[in-house]
């Protein structure tokens, strides 16, 4: 099938559009923008200059893409924006260019599920297989993984990072690092267990969980702090992929880990 653009809609003829794209009323693509096979981008869209959006998305109304970074020292440098296959955006949402203060590129995975009026900040990294609820806003340099969900309106400073699996409640306040496979909540978001139900909707064995269970109780509970407890499950537990994944991420965090409810004085 061909392109079908709405007669109100203004696409520059410098834009790469694929099979079977739709671009609805009033809606605007810019110069350098390549856009996927069968994505659909609805009304009053704006896409910017140097975004790629795969395949198979859907773009609601009022949605911005690849507008420049909210950042004092942005010199108008030609920064991207990424955005993978399958991923669906809702309504009002806006993702912002990348900056030459990192790699230039903020990238959405595949999979990937944007709801009604989220924020994607500049050089931010969402994995492939997440989902942002309802006005979660990522400030710069945001990295989330993989099979992530963040509940509405939730903020996240910048730089921190959620790691693979990891759930984080609605209406927290992120401002360290929350690790793979563990639950956050609250304001600013503590840590409360693992994210079970996602664990096991994910296919993880009763096995990796118990193991990964007896880690996080050694390092977030039992231990005196968290160097201790990182030494002690490097002895005494199985370095399993899930293991070596959670002590790594706590090793490289710049931020520092969110405490664990019970202990929150870490």
């Known amino acids: 099938m061909s392109v079908e653009i709405h ?82 955006i809702r309504e009002y949402t806006t993702i912002h260019r990348g900056t030459s203060f990192d790699d230039g590129i903020t990238r959405i995975g595949d999979n990937t599920y944007l709801m009604a009026y989220v924020h994607i900040a500049h050089d931010c990294k969402v994995g492939h297989d997440t989902i942002l609820a309802n006005a979660v806003t990522l400030a710069g340099h945001v990295k989330i993984g993989n099979y992530v969900f963040i509940g509405g309106l939730t903020p996240i400073h910048q730089f921190c990072r959620i790691g693979d699996y990891a759930m984080v409640g609605g209406a927290s306040a992120v401002d360290k690092d929350i690790p793979p496979f563990t639950r956050a909540s609250k304001n600013h978001a503590m840590l409360y267990g693992l994210n079970l139900v996602g664990l096991k909707r994910r296919g993880f064995t009763p096995e990796q969980i118990k193991l990964i269970k007896e880690a996080y109780r050694i390092i977030f509970r039992t231990a005196p702090t968290l160097e201790e407890g990182i030494k002690e499950v490097e002895q005494k537990l199985p370095q399993t992929p899930e293991i070596k994944m959670l002590i790594d991420f706590i090793k490289t965090s710049k931020r520092g880990i969110a405490p664990e409810a019970s202990k929150k004085k870490r």
């Not at 109304?61 to 991923?87: A, C, D, M, R, S």
Request: glycine fraction near 12%; include cysteine.
């Open 7 to 88: 007669p109100t809609a203004i696409v520059s003829d410098k834009a790469q559009l694929g099979v079977n794209v739709k671009v609805g009323p009033f809606s605007i693509i810019e110069d350098h923008v390549k856009i996927g096979d069968n994505t659909e981008i609805s009304s009053n869209v704006k896409i910017k200059n140097f975004t790629t959006i795969g395949e198979n998305c859907n773009i609601s109304e009022g949605v911005v893409i690849g507008g420049i970074p909210q950042h004092l020292g942005f010199k108008g440098e030609e920064t991207y924006v990424e955005i993978g296959n399958n991923v669906t």
